[in-house]
């Protein structure tokens, strides 16, 4: 017999090898990288069965106004699509994950180089339209793929003052929504996710795909992770939520275009954090003000110290309250889905202080607004540019998959979270009524 090696039986036609020699945490490293079918996080709702590269498989549910926009791209179909990472790129160990981006990157606020009153990109534009009063503005007759330098400044300083704007009607290649990702920050690169066949940065927003690959979405379980979507992990994207909360330098600027829109439904909602900071009492703001959060990661990884201890998540520390570099205005950052703590209170005062926090976001539709993709022009797509520092968003998955909805999607990472204590509110810094509490 080999030196530190003995074969357990584990069933009648399968062997486990353990090697006594080789560090038991590197073992089950190795067993993850090489079985597609292990998977860390055992949630019984998302059994994915999708295999690293380009799948063929999704070929067979792709749109023709997709496919026609990957083809006019020269994204090569004939290896599959959508691409997933290899599995070894995944990380297993919470130090792995914790080693990607861990270091400061450099980053432009390109909206605090921006005219703020925005005449090239307003000034060119052949209608503006605010869509709510405190939220969401759409540019009409613009392309994005053709804004210059200037109008791209300006276009981040909307979206820094409105927290998401919207373009119908528009040409856009994944590598030409890719550049313009670039152009505002720092490219998140997500090791897990899928993405365009051979353009990692251009995350795939599909659930029909996840749903052809084994996905338990349905009418009736789609929204239970509103609740709480650790213990009733969400199926898509329909909590409330910011993107990528529990990087160093979480997401800025976030790009979604939608090229394969249902007729109706599927709509997208998004939630102001200025709206929401506005929301509290001066008393209760003071509370707040300089406090700490801990904030999760979605996906999970194994403790290295205790390999068989179960999924553990990537816990990060920013502001609970924290400051727009460019606006300079007060936001409320957390999310249900991915805020676990607020430090320095007990834990029961933290949850409850929480759940009034999410509740203020989730139940103000006077700081939300719910932007219907619907197409108006064929070959052609819609596109929402977001700042996930001011915002909150969720899908909804109305439509149940009875029309194609495909969408492909861009993160800028921006800053580290700061909360500057001589920050103003938006309204406080806009001039209107504050309200006293007697
Ligand atoms: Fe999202």
């Given at each position: 017999m080999t030196t530190g090696t003995e074969t357990v039986s584990v069933k009648d036609n399968s062997s486990l090898s353990i090697v006594?020699?080789?560090p038991i945490d590197q073992q089950i490293e190795n067993l993850i990288r090489a079985?597609?079918?292990?998977?860390?996080t055992n949630n019984g709702n998302l059994k994915l069965r999708i295999n690293p590269g380009?799948?063929?498989?999704g070929l067979k549910i792709l749109s023709k106004s997709t496919r026609e926009r990957l083809e006019a791209d020269n994204i090569d179909l004939s290896v599959g699509y959508p691409e997933t990472p290899p599995?070894?790129?995944?990380?297993?160990y919470l130090d792995q994950a914790y080693a990607i981006r861990a270091e400061d990157a450099p980053y432009i606020?390109?909206?605090?180089?921006?005219?703020?009153?925005?005449k090239a990109l307003l000034g060119a534009a052949k209608e503006v339209i605010h869509l709510t009063k405190n939220v969401g503005t759409e540019i009409v007759g613009l392309q994005l793929a053709d804004l210059t330098d200037q109008q791209k400044d300006e276009l981040a300083l909307l979206v820094a003052e409105r927290v998401v704007v919207f373009f119908r009607d528009q040409k856009l290649l994944p590598s030409e929504q890719l550049e313009l990702g670039k152009y505002l920050g720092n490219i998140e690169y997500h090791p897990q996710t899928t993405h365009v066949t051979g353009l990692p940065g251009n995350s795939v927003i599909w659930n029909d795909y996840f749903a052809l690959k084994g996905?338990?979405?349905n009418y009736e379980n789609n929204?239970?992770?509103?609740?709480d979507s650790l213990r009733y992990?969400?199926?898509?994207?329909?909590?409330?939520h910011t993107d990528l909360?529990?990087?160093?330098?979480p997401a800025g600027y976030t790009h979604l275009h939608i090229d394969s829109v249902p007729t109706t439904g599927d709509d997208t909602l998004w939630a102001s954090g200025y709206g929401a900071y506005d929301k509290l009492s001066d008393e209760f703001k003071k509370f707040l003000d300089g406090k700490k959060a801990v904030y999760v990661s979605a996906h999970a990884y194994l403790d290295?110290?205790?390999?068989?201890?179960g999924p553990k998540r990537i816990e990060r520390v920013h502001p609970l309250v924290r400051t727009h570099p460019a606006t300079g205005w007060k936001s409320l950052f957390i999310n249900r889905a991915m805020t676990r703590r607020i430090i320095g209170v007990s834990p029961v005062e933290s949850d409850l202080i929480l759940n009034y926090l999410f509740d203020i976001y989730e139940k103000n539709a006077d700081i939300q607004v719910r932007f219907k993709w619907s197409p108006?022009?064929?070959?052609y797509g819609t596109s929402a540019i977001w700042d996930n520092r001011i915002s909150q968003h969720r899908s909804v998955w109305d439509n149940e998959g009875a029309e194609s909805r495909h969408g492909t999607r861009v993160t800028s990472l921006a800053e580290v979270p700061f909360f500057d204590p001589e920050s103003k509110s938006q309204r406080e810094a806009l001039g209107k009524p504050i309200h006293q509490w007697e």
């Open positions: 006594n020699d080789i079985h597609n079918d292990l998977k860390i380009p799948d063929p498989e599995r070894a790129e995944i990380p297993v606020e390109r909206a605090k180089n921006a005219d703020p009153e925005k996905v338990n979405i929204n239970l992770g509103n609740w992990p969400a199926r898509g994207t329909q909590v409330w909360v529990h990087e160093h330098q290295r110290e205790d390999p068989l201890g108006t022009k064929e070959g």
